[in-house]
């Protein structure tokens, strides 16, 4: 692995309250970070996309095959207690945040079975944007906060109660998303529905306030 320190989310508690994540600070080589952050997909507009959708290049693309692997997928699988074997993987990334549009409050789908999320920016010192892994619905009402810098990593189980959100922000928020997911056909129609939403933005682009 050149881009993950596996070794971190190896010795990584799992915590289980009020539902069950892990949280990993410096996830990612810090030595990869230049040519990382030059090869991220160049987004210009809120959303969250997936890589068919996006021009990046080939360091980001060996990025992604390391988090895709095999060998990530046992270690979640085995650390969350859940077979993720021949589970199918969404892969997506969000490179602007809206204040209007992201960080409500809400769980993943029922057919997302675990969530990975990475943070690929500069420290952060704003206090919207940052990952609140909640006990309810009440933003404040929260077990951990994740500020979205370099290398920060969570992985959630999907449950009932797995609330999450964050305060709002506008302005660059670079993360990839990763959705071990149910089945074959349910990949198919979220990555129809993300084609669908693009199409529409092209015909009534979002223009970003600066």
Not at 99 to 127: A, C, F, M
Not at 181 to 210: A, G, Y
Request: hydrophobic fraction near 40%; charge should be neutral.
């Amino acid at each position: 692995m050149k881009y993950l320190l596996l070794e971190k989310l190896l010795s990584a508690p799992v915590i289980t309250d009020p539902f069950e994540y892990v949280i990993v600070k410096g996830f990612v080589n810090i030595e990869t970070k230049e040519t990382l952050l030059s090869d991220f997909p160049k987004i210009q507009k809120p959303g969250v996309f997936p890589l068919s959708e996006l021009n990046y290049g080939p360091a980001f693309a060996s990025f992604i095959e390391e988090l895709e692997s095999p060998q990530l997928t046992e270690i979640i699988q085995e650390k969350f207690r859940i077979n993720l074997q021949n589970r199918p993987i969404l892969t997506t990334v969000r490179g602007w945040c809206s204040k209007d549009r992201d960080g409500n409050i809400h769980t993943d789908s029922e057919w997302k079975l675990v969530t990975l999320l990475i943070y690929l920016n500069e420290e952060w010192e704003p206090q919207g944007g940052r990952l609140r892994l909640l006990r309810s619905k009440n933003i404040n009402d929260f077990a951990a906060e994740v500020p979205p810098d370099w290398g920060s990593l969570i992985i959630f189980k999907r449950s009932d109660n797995s609330y999450h959100g964050h305060l709002p922000f506008e302005g660059e928020r670079r993360v990839v998303m990763l959705n071990w997911v149910t089945d074959q056909e349910k990949l198919k129609k979220e990555l129809e529905r993300h084609n669908f939403s693009s199409l529409f933005k092209k015909l009534v682009p979002f223009t970003i306030k600066r």
